[in-house]
């Protein structure tokens, strides 16, 4: 029984910035990895960023620019983005794994204007 809650999504002109938040309901040590996936119109939904143990991976699109970090005290995650581009614009989910059982988030949606 997990539950994550994003947000922080918003309009956003190209070259800014947006900070995404992932709460969940019960500290985030009690997870091996956490990640944030994103889903755009007509596209597969795509890993962008994941913290396992405090080592991060990004998928290579968003590199130099996205920042995955946690909070623990606040049992968060959070995505910093960076740099924005059109091509950003997705629905982002939060997910995490925990005894073989998927658990998302319902979204926050990110769009990025030019």
């Known amino acids: 029984q997990v539950q994550l809650v994003e947000s922080g999504g918003g309009l956003v002109q190209a070259g800014g910035s947006l900070r995404l938040s992932c709460v969940a309901s019960?500290?985030?040590?009690?997870?091996?990895?956490m990640g944030w996936y994103r889903q755009a119109p007509g596209k597969q939904r795509e890993l962008v960023a994941s913290i396992t143990h405090g080592t991060t991976n990004y998928v290579d699109s968003v590199k130099g620019r996205f920042t995955i970090s946690r909070d623990i005290a606040k049992n968060t995650v959070y995505l910093q983005m960076n740099s924005l581009k059109p091509d950003d614009t997705a629905v982002y989910y939060c997910?995490?794994?925990?005894?073989?059982?998927?658990?998302w988030g319902k979204g926050t949606l990110v769009t990025v204007s030019s």
């Open positions: 997910n995490t794994v925990r005894v073989g059982i998927n658990y």
């Open positions: 019960r500290s985030i040590l009690s997870f091996d990895s």
